[in-house]
């Protein structure tokens, strides 16, 4: 494991919760970073990215508006903040680190453990 995910927790609807993601062997400084989510019988699936620089912000339609990704100073670590959950997030959530700008699982080479959001209606 390359990258270590947390944050995760149970909440209702309608509330946030911030997820942390830090590189456990190495550094991601330069690298494109990204969260997805997978639920349960589901597909993972792609949330949000960004460069490395932090300059550029991408979304899945599902959440634009309400989730926002961030990179701290030093850029090797990343943060997913996630306002007025409703239940269909609920999903393990993955932060992953790639060489390119994409929403493809694919195109990421080193993959967080997950952390669990659970939202409650």
């Known amino acids: 494991v390359q990258l270590q995910a947390s944050g995760g927790g149970l909440v209702q609807a309608g509330g946030f919760l911030r997820l942390s993601c830090a590189p456990s062997?190495?550094?991601?400084?330069?690298?494109?970073m990204g969260w997805f989510r997978q639920a349960p019988g589901k597909e993972r699936e792609f949330v949000a990215a960004?460069?490395?620089?932090?300059?550029?912000?991408y979304y899945a339609e599902s959440v634009k508006g309400r989730f926002t990704i961030s990179r701290g100073n030093a850029k090797n670590t990343m943060y997913l903040q996630m306002n007025t959950l409703k239940p269909e997030d609920t999903a393990v959530y993955y932060c992953?680190?790639?060489?390119?700008?994409?929403?493809?699982?694919?195109?990421?080479?080193?993959w967080g453990q997950g952390t669990l959001v659970t939202v409650s209606s």
């Open positions: 992953a680190a790639g060489r390119f700008a994409s929403d493809l699982v694919t195109k990421y080479n080193y």
């Open positions: 062997e190495r550094t991601f400084s330069s690298y494109f």
């Open positions: 960004i460069t490395w620089s932090g300059g550029n912000s």
